[in-house]
């Protein structure tokens, strides 16, 4: 019974002394964390932990959507929930320096049906000879729109075109890019090469790998000029070539990989006073693509494009509208079509509410009319305004 | 030896530009930065800025024709205190010039040694508006802090342009004097409107009311970033009939229309006033700056003075 109370009183001593309230120490007072440095002498000190100083920049973007209207569905958004409401995504960012020649970037998507790691990559911005590369999981510069996330855009949706040649996800993987900045007096001019990893399965409707080191291919060449102090233009030359697929021919019993080529421009007009730059802006983007995919008979040609314009007609309002056009990879003789406008309102720089509205013809003839509500909301850092 | 005199021509060639060109090549965020730069380096350097005056600081698009100047530059200056942090890192991470990244002898934050006003403390989220969470940004608008920035650069010139330190350091020095010359008639002009009150509409001014005695005592934007609604201006148009705030100072990137409306309710003077070199066209140099901004307020205050 002694050694039993000699235990409880010794274990009590032993808690008291390690204990992780909020004990003074001494020469400090305890107060409640500050958006400073905590009090000298406590964990600042990088005695029991290390500093938040060099913590990553946290953010985080919500999308909240509403939808009204019956869904037929195409190829391109079979899979998508066609829920009145959805928490559609909540996408973490953690974006720091590495060290003095890299910088990381990580965005988590979280969805109701999983958390994917949507991009992460390292980026080396001290090489030379105006060279840029990236090595990770990211979005390819194959057009404008691709790198684009959809709750930073101003749609609702991806246009169908971006949804039946490359999916949902847009055409990303793990791999590499190169980007070189062309040297010239007169014009902006990038190069990018781009190499990832084939998508497996289903999981992108243009490629498909059919061994597990397929890789795929993606090129860009850029450009950017200020026409005025108010207007400028951007435009692209894009292309891709990567696996399709497996072809399988069962009378000599071989196989042969299957191949998509891709080829695409883009053209961007912006305008804006930067006299006024908060008050009145004005954006028209158009991206084309041509496919060639290999079938089992013969290649399959098709394409598609979308044309969208955006203006902002007040400080916290914009307005706009898009139309669409596409084949199918595997189909160059069927096509749906479309359009959607919206109305939205910024009550800051961190939030926003929009209204739109979709038509699309599909290539059954079926018609689909939606409506949504599109709200998105931002924590974290200030991040960079969009270009 | 002669394997060393190669060695030594060769690890110059390959030095930063400065040692083959002549000028230094200066970029800069602002134009009052590029106008500080200027004094202290005349002939010696060519400077650019990205934003111009009248353009608003905190909404400059990162345009990819920025990336070509960046690319030549040897020296990036910046405000700092997250003016520029809209629009700057996505240009410093593809500007593929890593002389002028943050910690690089090429980067230069002006605010360092600057007064800062407004920093805030204890804890702070958007409720507040766009806040700038280490201080207000436009600390430039106090001459003593111009006289910093010019010592910082004129330091920062020497280390990258030793050739030139003592041009360099003569500049300074006539800057410095001239600036001292220049305070004793700003500081005379000011004493004629000591202790004003004035309504701004974004909070781009406090540095300059501290320099010059003047009393802002509210904004047109009831939080930054965040525009007027219907009962902050009629807040607003109570406060100046019951206090009898004779001016409202608006930045030329503002929409006047409101503030407009809200001087005839009241009888209050609209300035459109200038928070930056290149804000007016009579604002070509720091010095202008408070040239044009001080007389603009005495004019306005002066009976039978026509504000612009």
Redesign the interface.
């Known amino acids: 019974m002694r050694i039993k109370f000699l235990s409880v009183l010794i274990f009590l001593f032993v808690i008291s002394k390690f204990s992780f309230g909020q004990n003074q120490l001494p020469g400090t007072s305890a107060q409640a964390p500050s958006a400073g440095y905590g009090p000298q002498g406590g964990s600042g000190s990088g005695a029991m932990q290390a500093s938040n100083v060099l913590n990553p920049n946290i953010s985080a973007i919500g999308w909240f959507q509403a939808e009204a209207g019956h869904r037929h569905p195409g190829p391109g958004d079979a899979n998508e929930r066609d829920d009145a409401f959805q928490m559609k995504e909540a996408e973490l960012a953690f974006q720091s320096i590495v060290d003095p020649w890299t910088r990381a970037d990580f965005f988590v998507s979280v969805t109701p049906d999983n958390v994917d790691l949507e991009e992460g990559y390292l980026t080396f911005f001290r090489l030379p000879a105006a060279l840029g590369l990236k090595i990770g999981k990211f979005k390819t510069n194959f057009g404008r729109f691709n790198r684009i996330h959809t709750p930073e855009t101003p749609f609702a949706d991806r246009p169908l075109a971006q949804q039946n040649y490359f999916g949902e996800e847009g055409l990303n993987g793990p791999g590499g890019s190169l980007s070189w900045l062309i040297p010239n007096p007169w014009l902006y001019m990038n190069l990018d090469a781009e190499v990832i990893a084939a998508p497996a399965g289903s999981d992108n409707p243009s490629f498909s790998r059919a061994n597990s080191k397929d890789v795929l291919y993606v090129g860009r060449l850029s450009g950017y000029y200020d026409l005025t102090e108010a207007w400028n233009v951007a435009v692209g030359g894009n292309c891709s070539y990567g696996p399709a697929g497996e072809n399988f021919d069962p009378v000599g019993n071989s196989s042969s990989t299957l191949h998509t080529r891709l080829y695409g421009i883009d053209v961007t007009f912006r305008w804006k006073n930067i006299r006024r730059a908060i008050y009145r802006s004005f954006l028209w983007s158009t991206e084309i693509l041509w496919s060639n995919h290999d079938a089992t008979s013969s290649p399959v040609d098709s394409h598609g494009m979308f044309s969208y314009i955006d203006y902002q007609f007040a400080q916290r309002w914009h307005a706009g509208v898009r139309c669409d056009y596409s084949q199918f990879p595997t189909d160059g003789s069927k096509h749906e079509e479309g359009g959607l406008a919206y109305l939205t309102f910024f009550p800051s720089e961190f939030s926003q509410f929009s209204l739109q509205g979709r038509h699309v013809q599909r290539d059954d003839g079926a018609s689909e009319n939606l409506g949504f509500l599109k709200s998105t909301f931002n924590i974290g850092p200030h991040g960079a305004h969009p270009f | 030896m002669k394997l060393k005199n190669l060695a030594l021509m060769l690890s110059l060639l390959a030095s930063p530009s400065l040692l083959l060109a002549g000028k230094l090549r200066i970029v800069t965020t602002t134009q009052d930065l590029a106008s500080i730069a200027e004094e202290i380096g005349r002939d010696n350097v060519e400077v650019i800025s990205m934003a111009?005056g009248?353009?608003?600081p905190h909404?400059?698009?990162?345009?990819?024709?920025f990336?070509?100047k960046l690319?030549k530059a040897d020296l990036l200056m910046i405000v700092g205190l997250?003016l520029e942090?809209?629009?700057l890192?996505?240009l410093?991470?593809?500007?593929?010039n890593?002389r002028i990244?943050p910690?690089q002898a090429g980067f230069l934050d002006a605010s360092a040694g600057c007064d800062i006003l407004q920093k805030?403390?204890?804890?702070?989220d958007?409720s507040m508006?766009?806040i700038h969470p280490e201080g207000n940004p436009h600390y430039w608008l106090d001459p003593e802090n111009g006289r910093i920035i010019a010592r910082y650069i004129c330091a920062k010139l020497a280390e990258l342009d030793p050739a030139h330190q003592k041009d360099y350091r003569d500049n300074l020095e006539r800057f410095e004097a001239r600036l001292s010359e220049k305070e004793k008639e700003w500081r005379f002009l000011a004493e004629s409107f000591n202790g004003v009150k004035v309504i701004t509409y974004h909070n781009s001014f406090p540095n300059f009311a501290k320099a010059f005695g003047v009393q802002i005592v509210n904004h047109v934007e009831p939080k930054p970033?965040?525009?007027p609604s219907p009962s902050h201006v009629q807040e607003l148009i109570e406060q100046i009939r019951s206090e009898k705030i004779p001016l409202l100072l608006i930045e030329?990137?503002f929409?006047a229309k409101l503030p407009m409306k809200i001087a005839e309710e009241t009888g209050a003077k609209l300035l459109i006033f200038p928070p930056s070199v290149g804000g007016d066209p009579h604002v070509k140099t720091y010095f202008d700056l408070f040239d044009y901004d001080l007389k603009l307020i005495h004019g306005a205050l002066t009976p039978g003075g026509v504000p612009r």
């Open positions: 111009k009248y353009q608003d909404f400059v698009d990162a345009k990819p024709s990336l070509l690319g997250e942090v809209g629009w890192p996505p410093l991470t593809n500007g593929r890593s990244l910690g805030p403390s204890g804890p702070i958007r508006g766009d970033g965040i525009p030329p990137y929409d």
